[in-house]
């Protein structure tokens, strides 16, 4: 995606304020956790899964996933595969909870909100080849406007051999509403 300059600058600017706040919040509340490169001090926000994964915020504000006492990975450049949980709850509970996090801690909630990579985590599910990441996929899609990709990968799975009868059906469902 190409970033014009305008947005850019509204984005840094709203960055250099998420950063700002996080300096703002107790030290109680933050954790150091193992990841692939050394320890990463962040902050939980909201727990998304029920076996305790949890997404959270960085001193820096990047996106981190991982469990309260075990390892956790940032999403620099790409989610992982462990951002798909978050498709398990409805988008409505998940951005509600998020949102509570963000206040609760004075952290700008539409930029949080604006910046989860909610695009890319649906076109990794529908990538995915498993039927219930698909079908959780498409069930978030439903009031969302189609990307371009998202509508290439609906094509696929409504085809794919591998996709089950209701996944397939859902990816038609989901392109016929986009007609």
Do not use: Y
Request: glycine share 6%; charged share 25%.
């Amino acid at each position: 995606m190409l970033i014009l300059p305008a947005r850019c600058s509204i984005w840094m600017t709203a960055m250099n304020e998420l950063t700002e706040n996080l300096l703002h919040v107790d030290a109680g509340s933050w954790h150091t956790s193992p990841s692939d490169h050394g320890a990463v001090t962040w902050l939980p926000l909201t727990r998304i899964s029920d076996s305790g994964l949890w997404l959270g915020l960085d001193r820096d504000g990047s996106w981190v996933l991982g469990r309260l006492r075990d390892r956790v990975a940032s999403a620099s450049a790409k989610p992982s595969p462990g951002w798909l949980t978050i498709l398990d709850m409805s988008e409505r509970e998940f951005r509600d909870k998020l949102s509570a996090a963000s206040s609760s801690f004075g952290l700008p909630v539409d930029f949080l909100q604006n910046n989860v990579p909610i695009d890319d985590i649906l076109a990794m599910a529908l990538r995915g080849q498993s039927n219930h990441w698909v079908e959780r996929a498409i069930v978030w899609l439903h009031d969302r406007p189609l990307r371009d990709d998202h509508l290439s990968l609906l094509r696929e799975v409504a085809g794919a051999a591998w996709a089950g009868q209701r996944a397939r059906h859902l990816a038609r469902r989901r392109m016929k509403m986009h007609e």
